[in-house]
Structures are given as structure tokens and as C-alpha cells.
Nanobody, 120 residues
């Protein structure tokens, strides 16, 4: 079994910064992609950023140049550094990992979500 635990959300003023973390534990052979998504009230969940095992990154246009995704493979952890935050960044942020287990099977797992609120 695999568990993803997120941390780092909170309340911040517009223009401020937050750093989210998501750590995986359990039966893990290797983690391929590590993604961040977010869901604002009344809206669908949307892609925020991704980082592959080799370090390739990609971002949604709405967060490009403000957010930075990184990973620590030794800790099975992904980070999302969020700078110049805007009220429209307010949402529940979820991590999503594509994990290869010892059996060779790859599955995706979601974190429980962490609330980010940006006040104007």
C-alpha cells in the first residue's frame, strides 16, 4: 500500500509565498511523474505542474514563472514553491504520483489535499 501526505498549505496575502510538500511512503520501487493539481470551489480539478524522474518540468500557463516544482527522490517527496500568489490561486492543492511498485505494476495515487487561501 502507498500513502501520500501533503503539508504546507495555509493563508497568505496576495504577493506572498508558500511551499507545499508531498511525501510518499509504502511499497515503492520507483516514482515516475510527480504532479500537482488544484481545485477551486465550484470548479473542476486542474493541472498545475509536473516533474518527471529525469527532471523535466512543465507548468500550467496560469502559474508559469511564479511556481516552481522540484523533487527529492531519496525522500520520495515533491515540492511546489509558490511565489507572487494571487487570490485566484486559492484552491485545494493535490499531489498525484505515478508509482511503480515492487510487483512491476504502476498505479497513480492522490494526496489528501491541502488548502491554500490567498487574501487580497
Amino acid at each position: 500500500q502507498v500513502q501520500l501526505v501533503e503539508s504546507g498549505g495555509g493563508l497568505v496575502q496576495a504577493g506572498g509565498s508558500l511551499r507545499l510538500s508531498c511525501a510518499a511512503s509504502g511499497s515503492i520501487f520507483r516514482i515516475n511523474t510527480m504532479d500537482w493539481y488544484r481545485q477551486a470551489p465550484g470548479k473542476q480539478r486542474e493541472f498545475v505542474a509536473t516533474i518527471r524522474g529525469g527532471g523535466y518540468t512543465n507548468y500550467a500557463n496560469s502559474v508559469k514563472d511564479r511556481f516552481t516544482i522540484s523533487r527529492d527522490n531519496a525522500k520520495n517527496t515533491v515540492y511546489l514553491q509558490m511565489d507572487s500568489l494571487k487570490p485566484e490561486d486559492t484552491a485545494v492543492y493535490y499531489c498525484n504520483f505515478a508509482i511503480i511498485q515492487a510487483s512491476g505494476v504502476m498505479r497513480t495515487y492522490w494526496g489528501q489535499g491541502t488548502q491554500v487561501t490567498v487574501s487580497s
